[in-house]
């Protein structure tokens, strides 16, 4: 049998105890925030690639898992910084080799 909540229960918590009350309250403000930033970022990753976030372990020739995205993220900066090191250690090179011509 549906019975209905007593408020005055519920008030008489609140009044007899306020700072767990003000705390479960809190609680439940921050899981909304946090619902509401999850839902933005989905939405917006969705824009980016537009369409559907491929799912882990779906159809051969989706697009790529998670993991591999951020393997493949991890590998192109790696590269990138190989590359900045070669470009840095040519131009050192070339300024020793001018300075010593300059002698």
């Known amino acids: 049998m549906l019975v209905a909540i007593d408020t005055s229960t519920v008030t008489d918590f609140v009044n007899d105890h306020p700072a767990p009350a003000y705390g479960i309250a809190a609680a439940v403000i921050l899981l909304f925030i946090l619902l509401l930033?999850?839902?933005r970022r989905q939405k917006s990753q969705k824009q980016e690639s537009g369409a559907a976030p491929a799912i882990s372990g779906g159809a051969p020739g989706s697009e790529l898992s998670r993991k591999?995205?951020?393997r493949a993220k991890r590998e192109?900066?790696?590269m990138v910084k190989a590359d900045a090191k070669a470009a840095k250690k040519?131009?050192?090179?070339e300024d020793k080799q001018a300075k010593?011509?300059?002698?």
């Open 37 to 39: 930033m999850v839902n």
């Open 68 to 70: 591999e995205a951020r």
């Open 76 to 78: 192109e900066k790696a």
């Open 90 to 93: 040519k131009a050192r090179e």
């Open 100 to 103: 010593e011509q300059a002698r």
